[in-house]
């Protein structure tokens, strides 16, 4: 690819990426915040039993920034992701993939540590389609992201069953998808996710922000590892079986 070529593509995806991240900033301030928790719902029913009014008790406590300081975080980072990967794919048919994945995980990432819920209606369209590209693109090696989108969830419900809370079933439901376009670099996502997730965490404990306790979304995590898994998640594969063989 020419030197113009190159440049022309970086800016269109950058470009591109702006428009697609100002969407994802409509879709995040519009999805509607999830039934109240069965805590509050008691404490709801309490209150009315005593005769206390249930406007009184306050709903579940929820941050939901809005302004454009908001939306412009949304679509600077769909737009630095959507130039990664034009860097890093160029004109190849694996880019629009790559878009694709950039966008489900922007949108998530953000709904679910505002709203700690991963909606269907985001990943359960995307996950055939995911499926289904990552196939035509590597159809020889199929069954690696068949096995990679079974296993990834396989590997968080069994975590959910050990770890009751530790786990929704919207991180396993965003684990199919992510083995589905992943295929085999979904190690790399999972290994990135806990370890800044276990990072993170330790340092809002150790800080007094959060407590062992308090309820910390990982779809966030998922997501982050997901972006640079996508971008450089087999690079990162070959460079480990390369120092340990």
Same mark, same amino acid.
């Given at each position: 690819?020419?030197?113009?070529?190159?440049?022309?593509?970086?800016? &269109?995806?950058?470009?591109?990426?702006? *428009? =697609?991240?100002?969407?994802?900033?409509?879709?995040?301030?519009?999805?509607?915040?999830?039934?109240?928790?069965?805590?509050?719902?008691?404490?709801?029913?309490? %209150?009315?039993?005593?005769?206390?009014? =249930?406007?009184? #008790?306050?709903?579940?406590?929820?941050?939901?920034?809005?302004?454009?300081?908001?939306?412009?975080?949304?679509?600077?980072?769909?737009? %630095?992701?959507?130039?990664?990967?034009?860097?890093?794919? +160029? *004109?190849?048919?694996?880019?629009?993939?790559?878009?694709?994945?950039?966008?489900?995980?922007?949108?998530?990432?953000?709904?679910?540590?505002?709203?700690?819920?991963?909606?269907?209606?985001?990943?359960?369209?995307?996950?055939?389609?995911?499926?289904?590209?990552?196939?035509?693109?590597?159809?020889?090696?199929?069954?690696?992201?068949?096995? %990679?989108?079974? +296993?990834?969830?396989?590997?968080?419900?069994?975590?959910?069953?050990?770890?009751?809370? &530790?786990?929704?079933?919207?991180?396993?439901?965003?684990?199919?998808?992510?083995?589905?376009?992943?295929?085999?670099?979904?190690? =790399?996502?999972?290994?990135?996710?806990?370890?800044?997730?276990?990072?993170? +965490?330790?340092?809002?404990?150790?800080?007094?922000?959060?407590?062992?306790?308090?309820?910390?979304?990982?779809?966030?995590?998922? %997501?982050?590892?997901?972006?640079?898994?996508?971008?450089?998640?087999?690079?990162?594969? +070959?460079?480990?079986?390369?120092? #340990?063989?």
């Amino acid at each position: 690819m020419s030197q113009g070529a190159f440049a022309a593509l970086s800016a &269109g995806s950058l470009v591109f990426g702006l *428009l =697609v991240g100002a969407g994802l900033s409509v879709i995040v301030d519009r999805t509607p915040e999830p039934p109240p928790e069965d805590e509050e719902l008691e404490a709801r029913a309490a %209150a009315d039993a005593e005769g206390q009014p =249930v406007a009184s #008790v306050p709903p579940a406590p929820r941050k939901r920034p809005h302004g454009w300081l908001h939306r412009g975080a949304i679509m600077a980072l769909t737009g %630095a992701g959507f130039l990664l990967a034009s860097i890093q794919f +160029g *004109l190849a048919w694996r880019l629009p993939l790559a878009f694709l994945l950039i966008a489900v995980m922007i949108a998530v990432a953000f709904i679910d540590w505002e709203l700690w819920i991963i909606p269907d209606v985001i990943v359960l369209p995307a996950l055939p389609v995911g499926l289904a590209a990552a196939i035509a693109l590597d159809p020889h090696r199929w069954w690696t992201y068949v096995v %990679a989108c079974v +296993g990834s969830a396989l590997f968080l419900f069994i975590l959910a069953l050990i770890w009751p809370g &530790g786990m929704g079933f919207g991180d396993i439901k965003l684990a199919l998808f992510m083995g589905a376009v992943l295929g085999a670099a979904v190690i =790399v996502a999972m290994f990135l996710a806990f370890f800044v997730g276990a990072v993170v +965490g330790m340092v809002l404990i150790a800080s007094k922000l959060k407590t062992r306790k308090d309820h910390i979304p990982f779809g966030p995590y998922l %997501a982050l590892g997901s972006v640079i898994a996508v971008l450089y998640g087999h690079a990162i594969l +070959g460079l480990y079986w390369g120092l #340990v063989r």
